[in-house]
């Protein structure tokens, strides 16, 4: 059975370069026989700043923003984070979107793909986000991939994918595709 990847796109920018990115990862992510995608745009969740009076680890919701967030990340097996550097880090509505729940992360694997204006394409957010993903218990497949100089990549609303990031891709998806077959052999107890 197909694992339910979601293809997470972490800018909140109704212009966001990531966008088009995030759209590319999902395509080539759905062409594979491994996964069955939904693509998720934090722009478009517009999740407000965790206000729950509850803790999320108590997975009991007063809000139906957060409970909607909840239904939206529960059914996903494994993700694709794209995620975009500002000022040298992750960005805060991937930061208020990870906190506002709890059971609905734990054990999935993630892929990471960061991107950036500047030559580093956002390594340094990945770097950053990682003590994150591990303490809600994602499990962060190994590739990443950082795409460098994101503003020149993406034209008339589609990302122009040199042959390093279709390889970069495949190997962060292979590596996701991987860690996903291995949590259902052990959900399935084998
Ligand atoms: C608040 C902010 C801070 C940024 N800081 C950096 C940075 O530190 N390094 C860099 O290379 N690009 C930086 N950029 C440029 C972004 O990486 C680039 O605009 C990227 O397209 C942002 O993702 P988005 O368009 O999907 O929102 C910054 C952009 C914003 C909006």
Same mark, same amino acid.
């Given at each position: 059975?197909?694992?339910?990847?979601?293809?997470?796109?972490?800018?909140?920018?109704?212009?966001?370069?990531?966008? /088009? $990115?995030?759209?590319? *990862?999902?395509?080539?992510? @759905?062409?594979?026989?491994?996964?069955? #995608?939904?693509? %998720?745009?934090?722009?478009?969740?517009?999740?407000?700043?965790?206000?729950?009076?509850?803790?999320?680890?108590?997975?009991?919701?007063?809000?139906?923003?957060?409970?909607?967030?909840?239904?939206?990340?529960?059914?996903?097996?494994?993700?694709?984070?794209?995620?975009?550097?500002?000022?040298?880090?992750?960005?805060? /509505? $991937?930061?208020?979107? *990870?906190?506002?729940?709890? @059971?609905?992360?734990?054990?999935?694997? #993630?892929?990471? %793909?960061?991107?950036?204006?500047?030559?580093?394409?956002?390594?340094?957010?990945?770097?950053?986000?990682?003590?994150?993903?591990?303490?809600?218990?994602?499990?962060?497949?190994?590739?990443?991939?950082?795409?460098?100089?994101?503003?020149?990549?993406?034209?008339?609303?589609?990302?122009?994918?040199?042959?390093?990031?279709?390889?970069?891709?495949?190997?962060?998806?292979?590596?996701?595709?991987?860690?996903?077959?291995?949590?259902?052999? %052990?959900?399935?107890?084998?």
């Amino acid at each position: 059975m197909p694992s339910r990847l979601y293809v997470l796109s972490a800018s909140t920018r109704p212009t966001s370069y990531g966008r /088009p $990115l995030a759209r590319w *990862i999902a395509e080539r992510a @759905a062409a594979r026989p491994e996964f069955e #995608v939904t693509t %998720v745009d934090l722009g478009e969740v517009a999740l407000p700043f965790l206000d729950e009076p509850e803790y999320p680890s108590t997975g009991r919701y007063a809000h139906p923003h957060t409970r909607a967030w909840s239904e939206t990340i529960s059914p996903a097996d494994a993700f694709v984070f794209v995620l975009p550097m500002y000022n040298g880090g992750f960005t805060a /509505p $991937l930061k208020n979107a *990870i906190d506002s729940l709890y @059971a609905e992360w734990r054990d999935k694997p #993630v892929g990471l %793909v960061s991107y950036s204006a500047g030559p580093s394409g956002g390594a340094p957010a990945i770097e950053m986000i990682r003590p994150v993903l591990n303490r809600v218990g994602l499990r962060p497949a190994e590739p990443t991939l950082s795409v460098p100089g994101i503003e020149g990549l993406v034209e008339g609303g589609s990302f122009r994918a040199a042959p390093e990031f279709t390889a970069g891709t495949d190997a962060v998806l292979d590596a996701v595709a991987e860690l996903a077959l291995a949590g259902a052999a %052990v959900r399935a107890g084998a």
